[in-house]
Structure formats: C-alpha cells, structure tokens
C-alpha cells in the first residue's frame, strides 16, 4: 500500500518555474515507480513524465521534454517535478502516481494516485 500527496502549486505567470513534490507513505516506495499526470478542465487524464525506481530511466511527454524533470529520493520517500519556463497551456490539477509496473505507470492506470495539486499558468 502506498499513499502519495502532492504540494507545490500554485498560480505563476508563463515563463515562472514551479517544483512540485509527491510524498509517499509505505515501506516499499523505492520499489515503485513512479509518474507525474495532469488533467486539464474538460480533457482526460494525461501522463506527463515517469522515472524508474532506480532514479535512472525517465520517460516524458514529447510537450514537455527540455522543461519538465522528474526526479525521486528514495530516502525522503519523495518524488518531484521541476518545470521550468512554464506555459498557459500546462494550467492543470497535477497528480502523482505509484505502480511496480513500469509499463502501468505510463498509462493512465497506475494502482494508487495522490490528491492533485493545481498549477496555474498566467499569460
């Protein structure tokens, strides 16, 4: 079992930067992998970006590549989503998810998801 809450959003103008964090309950988070999603208002669920649970393979969403890294620390149990030079378009609820397959957590079905943080971009 695995309990995740997300924090760090807020309301930016474009070009801002935010540092989002996931953190995890459970003892066996560093066998997880883990994934950064959003869903903007009236859209689907979207996978943004996934890291393995070694911390080496990262995967990213072709929109967001070169701005956003995903990152983890398996000791403070916590996964985190730098994103830089921010845009209108990334305004969403963005949430964090945890699954042992590293195919599932690219999907939108990962076993357990966090709350959502809201990130707002301003043009």
């Known amino acids: 079992q695995v309990q995740l809450v997300e924090s760090g959003g807020g309301l930016v103008q474009a070009g801002d930067s935010l540092r989002l964090s996931c953190a995890a309950s459970?003892?066996?988070?560093?066998?997880?992998?883990l994934g950064w999603f959003r869903q903007a208002p009236g859209k689907e669920r979207d996978f943004i970006s996934s890291?393995?649970?070694?911390?080496?393979?990262?995967f990213y969403k072709e929109s967001v590549k070169g701005r956003f890294t995903i990152s983890r620390d398996n000791v403070k149990n916590t996964v985190y989503l730098q994103m830089n030079s921010l845009k209108p378009e990334d305004t969403a609820v963005y949430y964090c998810?945890?699954?042992?397959?590293?195919?599932?957590?690219?999907?939108?079905?990962?076993?357990?998801w966090g709350q959502g943080t809201q990130v707002t971009v301003s043009s």
């Open positions: 998810a945890a699954d042992p397959s590293l195919i599932t957590i690219r999907t939108t079905s990962p076993s357990y």
């Open positions: 890291i393995h649970w070694n911390g080496v393979t990262k």
């Open positions: 459970g003892r066996t988070f560093s066998s997880y992998h």
